[in-house]
């Protein structure tokens, strides 16, 4: 579930590794912001992941039965630009929006996903997925922005964003083809290198290579669950017959857990490097696999990455704040663990102390419930979509510019 693409500035990518951030563009960036709006979660630069982190720390919040403070709920669905698209940060919400904002699919599906679990923005959820499907690409899927060549990551985080907002992900078509498509086109075939994993994007000559970033993604995208995804059924073995194009998306739900269930038995997480530094552990794509493993009913393969996480994410979380701790809240949710008590550290309380204090919180066990009537339930598709980014990873604002994603989908995968 890291966050998308190509040009910006990781928040924190050395701190952070695979911490949940929006992908981004391979385009100019804007100048780094230094206030801290009033009601945003974190406390770094909000420029390259404002509406991200907040929306993953909203959508937390609600899973775990916390009611986000009016302000915070106020200052996500203010970011919202007049035509229904979100931009990564809008330092000055009441100047519109024109060419130099750049908004994405990223932010604005993540925003979506928030919006429509907390209810009572109904309005501004039908506009975001309304540009949304105009952004759609022939081939099915989505880019980070509007026209970009279609990712793994970006095609899931919009698949959760439809299935959140009460469609059908597999309807959702462009010429003809649904995000069903991209996710076919982007799998590995089992069997061989890799099998049974998703590619971020193919490479110049259209070869495939596995990312275990994009295969949490893919996993998710092809269920149609979202960033807070609930336990599956018991999961089936991989389907090695036909070509990925042909499979059905439960089919590449399998095999794509499978590949991560094989990436993650040695030692209970996933390993990332960046360019010159040593491989070290992907604490956030740990997280992003097993709610992919979990989602997919794969419970007993979920165990030892949530162990590894319970025992050694609580520092990680603490330095790369609001998001990292909702990737967190999500890996505990779908496995059924108790986010207050994840490893030693409250998850929740971590995650409230991050901005405004939320208005209230539920006993411990109670999980949060969409109460909003004036939102449509979530319904099945045909083809096994439900409701999940991305996210590829950003930069420090302060130690470069320059997103690992397309960064995302390159980084280096077991």
């Not at 030693?344 to 411990?364: I, K, S």
């Not at 439900?386 to 989908?409: C, D, N, P, T």
Request: charged share 15%; glycine share 12%.
């Amino acid at each position: 579930m890291n966050v998308r693409r190509s040009a910006a500035a990781l928040a924190a990518a050395t701190v952070v590794l695979g911490a949940a951030v929006p992908a981004v563009a391979a385009t100019p960036s804007p100048a780094p912001s230094t206030a801290r709006p009033a009601g945003l979660y974190g406390t770094s630069d909000p420029t390259y992941d404002g509406v991200w982190r907040q929306s993953l720390a909203l959508l937390a919040q609600h899973t775990v039965g916390v009611t986000p403070a009016d302000g915070a709920v106020t200052w996500l669905a203010g970011q919202q630009c007049a035509n229904g698209a979100f931009a990564a940060f809008r330092a000055d919400p009441a100047k519109p929006c024109d060419a130099k904002v750049m908004t994405d699919t990223n932010s604005t599906a993540a925003a979506v996903q928030a919006l429509a679990a907390l209810g009572g923005h109904r309005a501004a959820a039908e506009k975001a997925v309304g540009w949304l499907k105009s952004v759609q690409n022939a081939d099915g899927g989505w880019g980070y922005s509007a026209g970009g060549a279609s990712d793994a990551n970006s095609t899931s985080v919009v698949a959760g964003a439809l299935a959140a907002a009460g469609e059908q992900p597999a309807r959702v078509r462009k010429a003809g083809k649904s995000p069903l498509d991209a996710f076919g086109k982007l799998s590995l075939p089992c069997g061989g290198d890799g099998g049974g994993a998703f590619a971020y994007q193919p490479d110049k000559k259209g070869a495939l290579a596995a990312n275990a970033d994009a295969t949490a993604a893919g996993v998710l995208g092809a269920l149609g669950e979202g960033f807070a995804a609930t336990a599956g059924k018991t999961s089936a073995a991989p389907v090695c017959g036909g070509t990925p194009g042909a499979l059905t998306a439960a089919d590449l739900a399998r095999n794509g857990a499978a590949h991560l269930a094989r990436a993650v038995a040695a030692t209970g997480h996933l390993t990332s490097a960046l360019p010159g530094a040593e491989d070290q552990p992907d604490y956030g794509n740990t997280a992003d696999a097993v709610v992919a493993l979990a989602a997919q009913g794969a419970a007993e393969q979920a165990k030892k990455p949530l162990a590894w996480l319970q025992e050694n994410a609580s520092a990680w979380a603490k330095q790369s704040g609001p998001a990292a701790y909702a990737q967190l809240v999500f890996a505990a949710h779908a496995t059924g663990a108790d986010p207050r008590a994840f490893g030693g550290t409250d998850l929740v309380a971590q995650l409230n102390a991050t901005g405004p204090a939320p208005q209230a919180t539920a006993p411990a066990g109670d999980a949060g419930k969409n109460t909003d009537t004036d939102t449509d339930k979530k319904s099945n598709s045909d083809s096994g979509y439900s409701v999940w980014v991305i996210v590829g990873v950003f930069l420090v604002a302060g130690i470069g510019i320059g997103f690992l994603i397309s960064a995302r989908g390159r980084k280096r995968q077991p």
